[in-house]
């Protein structure tokens, strides 16, 4: 591994890395410190060369191989929001992929998740991709990969930044196929079971929906106190709001979710959405679970135009407007412990303005419940 840790401490790592019980959402849950994941990801592209690539990749790969890797870019369309080194190639046959390779020395523990997930949204019509070959790393000096079929297309974040006038369009659009992918029912709750995975069964980790909500709260909590983001108080009325006995935590069926189907993690063609990628946050939950999680990246009026299209394909349940406030706080709990465990490591200017738009939204959630 490239970074400053031995190897005791990269032991340590990889066995608690992969392991997702605890884990609500888990760039932000994962057992290491803020020091350690800067260690590992602030310098990610580093790992391994052109060539280190592509002798791997086709050691994967039966018959077409892999002949060229772009330029490795990191302000491009696949680099945005994503924790691997992302790279694009080509394939003898001219298709083209995107190879997406985890540190070097550290394991990944959910590929076999992300293939299973793109597939069955691919089985009901949705816009994802097919995994052409996943490798686990057998070893410090390997690296665990994915190889998957390009989608054609821009990203939205792109293309909304240059065609406003679509924003609407494509919002409403995604609504709609963010309902279609509700009605994948799986089982369990929360992260998914790798392993499981890897033998063709998506599995969540936690036998119930509440348990999967309240994975993680105890550290994200005294995490969001000790940087004085909540007084104690507070903390300790979101816990009693969150305990297990709340009703609005009950689910009886799980649905597939996404969980990051934010804009840098869609492709569109300017008519419709034609990409959902990187799944490596998708778990087992109630469906509202997804709209909350999304809410948290974008402003009132953009979840207003999202939900127009969700209701145009399912039917709203009666206790909507109040799970999502539920859900909408655990995710803001959620995302302010991962931003403000960043700064730590990545203190720039975009993440100091997440940080400030999650104080406006935690502010309004906890209005909502009358927690002062």
């Known amino acids: 591994m490239k970074q400053s840790l031995d190897d005791s401490q990269i032991q340590k790592i990889n066995d608690k890395i992969t392991d997702r019980h605890n884990v609500f959402y888990w760039q932000t849950d994962r057992a290491i410190t803020p020091q350690e994941a800067g260690a590992i990801w602030a310098d990610r592209h580093s790992y391994f060369s052109d060539q280190d690539i592509i002798e791997a990749v086709n050691a994967e790969l039966a018959d077409d191989k892999l002949v060229s890797l772009e330029p490795l870019d990191t302000e491009a369309q696949t680099s945005l929001g994503n924790i691997n080194s992302v790279r694009v190639g080509a394939l003898a046959s001219g298709k083209g992929v995107v190879i997406r390779c985890h540190p070097r020395g550290v394991r990944n523990g959910y590929f076999y998740v992300e293939a299973l997930v793109a597939q069955k949204a691919l089985d009901i019509g949705l816009p994802a991709y097919r995994t052409l070959a996943i490798h686990d790393m057998q070893?410090?000096?390997?690296?665990?990969?994915?190889v998957c079929e390009k989608v054609e297309g821009v990203s939205m974040a792109f293309w909304v930044r240059d065609h406003a006038e679509d924003e609407a369009k494509l919002t409403f659009d995604i609504g709609v196929k963010m309902a279609r992918l509700h009605k994948i029912q799986v089982d369990g709750?929360?992260?998914?079971?790798?392993?499981?995975?890897?033998?063709?069964?998506?599995?969540?980790?936690?036998?119930?929906?509440?348990?999967?909500?309240?994975?993680?709260?105890?550290?994200?909590?005294?995490?969001?106190?000790?940087?004085?983001?909540?007084?104690?108080?507070?903390?300790?009325?979101?816990?009693k709001l969150l305990q297990e006995d709340n009703p609005l935590l009950a689910c009886k069926q799980a649905v597939l979710i996404h969980n990051d189907m934010a804009d840098w993690n869609v492709v569109t063609n300017g008519k419709e959405i034609v990409g959902l990628l990187d799944w490596d946050e998708s778990v087992a939950g109630d469906p509202v679970t997804d709209i909350a999680c999304w809410s948290t990246f974008f402003p009132p009026e953009r979840l207003?135009?999202?939900l127009k299209g969700y209701w145009s394909a399912t039917e709203k349940p009666a206790d909507f407007d109040e799970k999502f406030e539920l859900l909408r706080l655990r995710y803001v709990i959620s995302k302010m412990t991962l931003r403000t465990r960043r700064l730590e490591w990545s203190n720039d200017t975009e993440l100091q303005k997440r940080i400030e738009a999650g104080k406006v939204h935690l502010a309004a959630s906890l209005a909502h419940f009358g927690i002062k």
């Open 139 to 146: 070893s410090a000096d390997d690296f665990s990969f994915q």
């Open 189 to 239: 709750f929360g992260p998914f079971d790798n392993a499981k995975a890897k033998q063709g069964v998506l599995a969540g980790l936690h036998p119930t929906y509440a348990k999967a909500v309240r994975a993680g709260l105890a550290f994200n909590l005294e995490e969001l106190v000790k940087r004085e983001i909540l007084t104690q108080v507070q903390a300790d009325a979101v816990d």
């Open 304 to 306: 207003n135009g999202m």
